[in-house]
C-alpha cells in the first residue's frame, strides 16, 4: 500500500525536500475525496488548506449575478490546488468546485504556518515552490488575457 | 503556375466564422497528391488569392480546406455555392515530420484555427498507428463553441490509441471541459520527451509559449517543429512577401524545425 509520505515525496511539487521536512509535511496531510459538484472550498471561507489532486478535476470559479458560475480554470491530477491558506488574511478568493469525483490530498495550512513561522528554511522552501506555480498561472492568466484565439480587428 | 480550375463539392459551416470546402477538380481526371502540413493557393476569380492548409486525408481524391472567413478573400470564399468554381495551384511548401516521428512518441498541440493544418498529419498517424509510440493531441480554442470537428474529435477520444485533451480558454454555462490555455495540458499527457516528435500550430505566440513548455518538460528544439503564416503570395519563394529572416516561410516553410526558428521568433525587427 503507498503511503501518503511516499505519495507527497514523489510528486515534482516536494521533489528534493529532505526526508525530515516530508515527515513534517505529512503529519499536516490526510486523503480526502469530493463527489461530483461538491464544492472543496467557498470564496470567502477561511483558507486553512491546500490540495495536491490525485485524481479528477475541479473548477475554479467565480459567481456572478448576471453570468452566474464563471469557470476561470480547471485543474486535474497532479495540480497543486490553492495558495491562499499562505498569504493574509488566509480566505479563498474563489470558489472550488469538484467536476468529477475527486481524490486529493489535503494538506494542513495553519499546521504548515505554523511549522514554517518556526523553521524558515522550511518555509522558504514551501514559499519557492508555490511561486514557482504562482508564476506559471499568472503566465497562463497573461495568455488568457491575450484573447488569442480571437479575430484581429 | 496557372490556378487549375476546382469546383466546390460541398461548404460547411464548422463555427460562426469557420467554415470547410470540399473540392474536386473541374475537369474530374486530375489526382492531388499532397504531404501533410502542405497549403494550396486558392483563388476566388476577381478578388484574390490566399495560401490555406490542406487539412483532408492525404489519401482521399476531395480536396478539403477548412479556414475561417477574416479577410476579403476568405469572406468571399465563404460565399461560395456547391458548383462554383476557384482556382487551385498547390501543393507547396514542407510538410510535418511524419517519417522521422515512426517508433517515437508525438504530441500535436493545436491552438484554434490551428487544427486544421494538422489534421493531414493525424490521419496519416492513425493510419499508420502501429509505426508509431503514443500519439497526444492536445487543443485549446477560445469557447467551447469554436472547437472544430467536434464529432471527430468524439470519435479520436473513443480511440484507446490516441490521447485527446480539450480546453477552453473561456467556459460557456454548460462547459464541464477544461479551462485553461492549451500550454497547461502538457503535463497532462503521458509521452516520453526524451523520445518525442512534437507538431504545433496556432498563432505565434501560442506557438513559442508550448515550445517552453514542451522544452521544459524535457522535449528537445530539434524535435520540436510549427508551422508558420506569413505573407505567403507567390508560393514558390520568388516573390519575396513572406520573407523570414534569410527564410521564405512558402518555400522553405510553412513547417520549420523550430530551432531553426526560434530566434527569428522574437525578432520584432523581421
Known amino acids: ?153 | 503556375m496557372v490556378p487549375r480550375p476546382y469546383i466546390v463539392k460541398r461548404i460547411r459551416k464548422d463555427t460562426v466564422d469557420t467554415f470547410t470546402l470540399e473540392l474536386g477538380p473541374k475537369d474530374g481526371r486530375s489526382h492531388f497528391s499532397f504531404a501533410p502540413g502542405q497549403f494550396n493557393m486558392i483563388y476566388i476569380y476577381g478578388v484574390g488569392e490566399v495560401p490555406i492548409s490542406i487539412c483532408g486525408e492525404p489519401s482521399n481524391s476531395t480536396l478539403v480546406h477548412t479556414t475561417r472567413a477574416v479577410g476579403s478573400v476568405t469572406k468571399a470564399m465563404s460565399k461560395l455555392r456547391r458548383g462554383d468554381i476557384v482556382g487551385i495551384r498547390g501543393p507547396f511548401g514542407t510538410s510535418w515530420p511524419v517519417e522521422q516521428a515512426r517508433t517515437r512518441d508525438v504530441v500535436v498541440v493545436a491552438g484554434g484555427i490551428g487544427l486544421p493544418p494538422l489534421r493531414p498529419a493525424l490521419y496519416h498517424l492513425l493510419a499508420h498507428r502501429d509505426a508509431y509510440g503514443k500519439v497526444v493531441l492536445l487543443y485549446g480554442t477560445r469557447t467551447p463553441d469554436d472547437i472544430l470537428f467536434k464529432e471527430e474529435l468524439e470519435n479520436w477520444r473513443a480511440r484507446f490509441d490516441l490521447e485527446v485533451f480539450v480546453t477552453v480558454d473561456r467556459g460557456t454555462p454548460g462547459w464541464r471541459g477544461n479551462v485553461g490555455v492549451v500550454t497547461t495540458l502538457i503535463t497532462k499527457a503521458g509521452f516520453d520527451p526524451t523520445n518525442t516528435i512534437a507538431m504545433i500550430v496556432g498563432p505565434e505566440v501560442m506557438m513559442r509559449f508550448t515550445a517552453l513548455e514542451l522544452m521544459k518538460r524535457g522535449v528537445k528544439a530539434e524535435a520540436i517543429y510549427v508551422s508558420m503564416e506569413r505573407n505567403m503570395k507567390c508560393g514558390i519563394g520568388l516573390c519575396g512577401h513572406c520573407q523570414f529572416g534569410p527564410l521564405f516561410t512558402c518555400k522553405d516553410g510553412p513547417v520549420f524545425r523550430y530551432d531553426q526558428i526560434k530566434d527569428l521568433l522574437v525578432k520584432w525587427e523581421i
Open chain 1, 1 to 153: 500500500m503507498e503511503t501518503l509520505e511516499r505519495i507527497l515525496s514523489q510528486h515534482p511539487f516536494f521533489k528534493e525536500l529532505g526526508v525530515d521536512y516530508m515527515q513534517l509535511v505529512t503529519g499536516c496531510a490526510s486523503n480526502v475525496r469530493f463527489e461530483q459538484d461538491q464544492f472543496v472550498f467557498r470564496e470567502g471561507a477561511e483558507a486553512n488548506q491546500f490540495y495536491l489532486i490525485r485524481e479528477g478535476r475541479v473548477a475554479l470559479q467565480l459567481f456572478s449575478p448576471e453570468r452566474g458560475h464563471i469557470t476561470i480554470e480547471t485543474l486535474g491530477e497532479g495540480d497543486i490546488l490553492g495558495w491562499s491558506w499562505l498569504i493574509p488574511p488566509y480566505s479563498w478568493h474563489f470558489d472550488a468546485k469538484a467536476l468529477d469525483l475527486t481524490r486529493a490530498i489535503a494538506l494542513d495550512g495553519k499546521c504548515l504556518r505554523r511549522k514554517c513561522e518556526d523553521d524558515h528554511h522550511l518555509g522558504y522552501e514551501l514559499l519557492k515552490r508555490f511561486s514557482h506555480i504562482m508564476g506559471q498561472r499568472l503566465e497562463s492568466t497573461r495568455l488568457q488575457l491575450l484573447d488569442l484565439y480571437g479575430v484581429r480587428s
